[in-house]
């Protein structure tokens, strides 16, 4: 997947704001089973907002109308003096794919805000424009595009000119291949116990390679199956997952979706088999060093795991 990890990963939260028709909509009901592409701005916003959205909307007309169906876009508007409900039905109407304009009054955006861990931008933060008005004014704003997954979170965003239409829609396929249960995302049990863990996980360091692989083990001490279906790290600007097949007698790495673990079973990712693949890299790390790696689940579980990097003679089979 091309997408980042969200720095603040978030669950939808249940509140209730109002739509540019009129009609309330009740964010976590509305969204339930949908991906969602969200966004905060305002109409008057001069560059990234309209870039962002039409980036959003590009990538759905991309979709088929079967998957367009499983994706909704909200636009929730930080300027809700300006951003009348005429006004956002104008401004969205100019895209060619739906999506649904949000209004709050300043409290109950601050309270949302606060629920996706950002802070909501004073007043006396907004930049009156050289010769306007008191109406002329630019807006902060969170920048990225947010990707939500049907389980209501908030786990992937694309920052401002980091993701393409194209790449949201191989990651939007990527995501729909994944059978999604929509109860609360399980991380551990009610007494603290993990219930996924990897372990003897390690990189292999190539210094003439352009990309490195990552091993490990995953367990599953749940009663559900789980799927690894992303991997990140500072490291690298891109990671996929991958498994080495055999067609017509030759060996070929193929990409794939996802990773099953079965509950209260693991799975190995190795040389051979299935692995990840961590690739623009920033650098090679250094024979021992440690680096972490975000695994992250369609459960909503999301583990921070230090990886050690091994050198390449490690993985030579040994007598």
Known sequence: MTAELSARPFT????????????????????????????????????????QMATANAAL?????????????????MDPQRDSPERLASWLGAMRSP??????????????????GFVMPPMTSRQPLP??????????????????????????????????PDDIVEDLRILMALEWDLQQPLAASPDGETLLSVEAARLVTNPMGERI????????GSAREDTLVALHTGLAG????????????????VPTSGIAV???????????????????????????????VSFVFASGAALEVPVRAVPLTDMVPRR
């Open 262 to 292: 079965p509950a209260g079973g693991s799975v190995e990712l190795r040389s051979g088999g299935l692995h990840g693949m961590l690739e623009e890299l920033e650098r090679v790390p250094e024979v021992d060093e440690i680096v972490v």
């Open 238 to 253: 891109s990671a996929g997952l991958h498994e080495m097949v055999e067609r017509d007698g030759m060996m070929t790495m």
């Open 61 to 77: 007309e991309r979709l088929t109308p079967e998957e367009r169906a499983r994706v909704v876009t909200l636009f929730v508007t």
């Open 213 to 220: 692989a990552v091993y490990g083990e995953i367990r599953n």
């Open 99 to 116: 999506a649904v304009g949000l209004r709050a009054s300043t409290t109950e955006l601050e309270a949302l805000l606060g629920d996706l």
């Open 12 to 51: 939808v939260p249940d509140r209730t704001l109002t739509a540019h028709t009129g009609e309330p909509f009740e964010l976590r009901e509305e969204t339930r089973g949908r991906f969602v592409l969200l966004f905060f701005g305002y109409t008057y916003c001069p560059d990234i907002c309209p870039i």
């Open 131 to 164: 010769g306007g008005g008191p109406e002329d004014y630019l807006v902060p704003h969170p920048t990225a595009l947010f990707l939500i997954t049907p389980d209501g979170q908030g786990r992937f965003q694309y920052g401002y000119e980091r993701g393409t």
